[in-house]
């Protein structure tokens, strides 16, 4: 029961999300009349400044209860986003506020991944952390399928601003639901020993480079998921400029890629059950690479628009497979005692490499050009799949994690 109050705050919390996607740069577009440098700039500060502001945050959630931080984390973003249509219905919105909201968000994006990760872990049977992971990523895929366009129609309708409101309200939920568990939490692990401050804010990166495998996962996850993010402005360019397809066929591709992943999510249980879930971390892991050299092939016309679509829409399903493998390994190979401070050092890492791909692809197409960046990216994405874990062992036995971070 416990966990399936904790899946409905998520899924209430990500529909808001999904709703709201993208309200941020519309409201600095629209309302506040920024350029197309602050519009970026407001991207990129959420990651990088927010990734910045949480690095304490991991040794701090490790030795503490995780529910009352992801309660927390939820109440922060639920303030940050209220203050928006409120600032806006007295006149006061600023381009300032947009990027303190922004960073807000951020800061509670890793606080609660952090802690809901190590709760997980304790709240559901190791033998059912597979399926766990498995109904999170469906839901997420559900949401952002269903949400975006939602989202825009309700933006069309009410304002960006009023639609952030809905996103506030989403994760007041959200801290409501988690405030209904009722087994009571695990005692947080005891403190690992490390006397100085920089020894516990490095601990989660020293734990994952200490740990063969968990390394390998980390950078392959940096490097396909800075590059896939990269390529999401260059596919809009090349379908929308150099192309000339409409927004509404942009957006069908995008909506088809986003059941891909709901496919491939629905599927990673019973794969997991045939064939185990070292095969498929390996095999999900390597088809995702693969699909994303058919966007830049993309001729004009229906034929372009189909391979495009095709190209998303099988890439996604093979991170949809690929995530709930790869979360399970993750938590299952990570001691409790570090689990918190990996999952944050993790999402620190993600926030920071990604806007940096995301720069390197556009100064890359400005060069050059959309088309070629994509094939550029497409190259290093392929490659990203000699960094998975091929030699893990079929099962590993968690003393090796507790070896790794006394090393």
Known sequence: MD????????????????????????????????????????????????AALALPLGPWIEVRHKRPVMIGADLLRCAALASLPAAAALGVLSYTQLCLVAVAQSVGGIAF???????????????????ANGRFEATFWTVNTVGPPLGGLLIAILGATATVAVDAVSFLLSALGIRRLRGPEPPPPAPTGERHRSAQLTAGWRYILRHRHLRA??????????????????????????????????????????????LGALLARPLTRRYGGRRLLLAAGAAKTLPLALV??????????????????????????FNPAFATYRMQSTA???LARVLAAW???????????????????????????????????????????????AAEHPRASRVAAAR
């Open 113 to 131: 991944q952090a802690a809901s990760g190590a709760h997980l872990k304790a709240l559901v049977p190791a033998d059912r952390l597979a399926t």
């Open 3 to 50: 966990f399936r109050r904790l899946w409905g705050a998520y899924a209430v919390s990500e529909l808001g999300t999904a709703l709201s996607l993208g309200a941020l740069p519309l409201i600095a577009t629209l309302v506040l009349q920024a350029t197309v440098l602050q519009v970026s700039l407001l991207a990129a500060l959420g990651g990088v400044a927010g």
């Open 296 to 321: 830049p092939l993309a001729p004009a016309g229906p034929p372009g628009l189909a391979l495009i679509t095709l190209g998303e829409f099988l890439l996604i399903a093979g991170a949809g497979a």
């Open 336 to 338: 409790d005692g570090y």
């Open 217 to 262: 996962l980390f950078a392959h996850s940096l490097v396909f998921g800075g590059c896939i993010m990269a390529t999401a402005p260059l596919i809009a360019v090349l379908m929308l400029r150099d192309r000339g397809f409409a927004p509404w066929q942009y957006g069908l591709m995008f909506g088809i890629g986003c059941l891909g992943g709901l």
């Open 347 to 393: 999402s620190i890492s993600t926030r920071v490499a990604q806007p940096a791909c995301i720069t390197a692809g556009g100064v890359l197409a400005a060069a050059t050009s959309a088309r070629t960046a994509l094939f550029v990216l497409a190259g290093v994405v392929v490659t990203s799949a000699a960094l998975l874990p091929w030699r893990v062992p």
